[in-house]
T-cell receptor, first 114, second 112 residues
Framework: DADVTQTPRNRITKTGKRIMLECSQT?????MYWYRQDPGLGLRLIYY???????NKGEISDGYSVSRQAQAKFSLSLESAIPNQTALYFC?????????????FGPGTRLLVL | RKEVEQDPGPFNVPEGATVAFNCTYS??????FFWYRQDCRKEPKLLMS???SGNEDGRFTAQLNRASQYISLLIRDSKLSDSATYLC?????????????FGTGTSLTVIP
């Protein structure tokens, strides 16, 4: 079984709809992250969390919100989806207790906003 | 200026060739360095960490030059399966906030 899972894997939605992307991990890591990836722009950080109920904005948080109610789960919401939020979304985890903190990624959610 | 910059390529090399990628970072306080591999439409996966003294893992060698603020990845005896995008990743500090910065990736295609 994968250590970091994301649901759904693919989603098509319409402008103005609210959607939620879920991330779960079994690695026992305290830190979790949401990124989006667009062609030519690389991975950009949306939000991150160091612990339950800890929330921090990343580079591009506008139009997004997150929730961390449990260590293993970190959800990303688009309150009112718009077409330029069409992207590939990745969740990642890391364990700050390690000497060389490394990120581990989920398989991604491909989102299309019409 | 971007925190991490990579030559996007593409690099098209024949099987068996040696290929090298470089990556530069802007913040001298950066402490941890990594190379990730990303296959098309898949998640990035850790290829190797990069240590100050340089390190090798089979056909892959990573080096760090702190004075010039660049990281390199050398792939020897390229295989078809090495075709992917290689992401350079820099972490300012393991303990103070999320400080992982990703390059946009270098595309490699190994040709039969």
């Amino acid at each position: 079984d994968a250590d970091v899972t994301q649901t759904p894997r693919n989603r098509i939605t319409k402008t103005g709809k609210r959607i939620m992307l879920e991330c779960s991990q079994t690695k026992g890591h305290d830190r979790m992250y949401w990124y989006r990836q667009d062609p030519g722009l690389g991975l950009r950080l949306i939000y991150y969390s160091f612990d339950v109920k800890d929330i921090n904005k990343g580079e591009i948080s506008d139009g997004y919100s997150v929730s961390r109610q449990a260590q293993a789960k970190f959800s990303l919401s688009l309150e009112s989806a718009i077409p330029n939020q069409t992207a590939l979304y990745f969740c990642a985890t890391s364990d700050h207790g390690t000497v060389q903190e490394t990120q581990y990624f989920g398989p991604g959610t491909r989102l299309l906003v019409l | 200026r971007k925190e991490v910059e990579q030559d996007p390529g593409p690099f098209n090399v024949p099987e068996g060739a040696t290929v090298a990628f470089n990556c530069t970072y802007s913040n001298s306080a950066s402490q941890s360095f990594f190379w990730y591999r990303q296959d098309c439409r898949k998640e990035p996966k850790l290829l190797m960490s990069v240590y100050s003294s340089g390190n090798e893992d089979g056909r892959f060698t990573a080096q760090l030059n702190r004075a010039s603020q660049y990281i390199s990845l050398l792939i020897r005896d390229s295989k078809l399966s090495d075709s992917a995008t290689y992401l350079c990743v820099v972490n300012l500090s393991p303990n103070t906030g999320n400080q992982f910065y990703f390059g946009t990736g270098t595309s490699l295609t190994v040709i039969p």
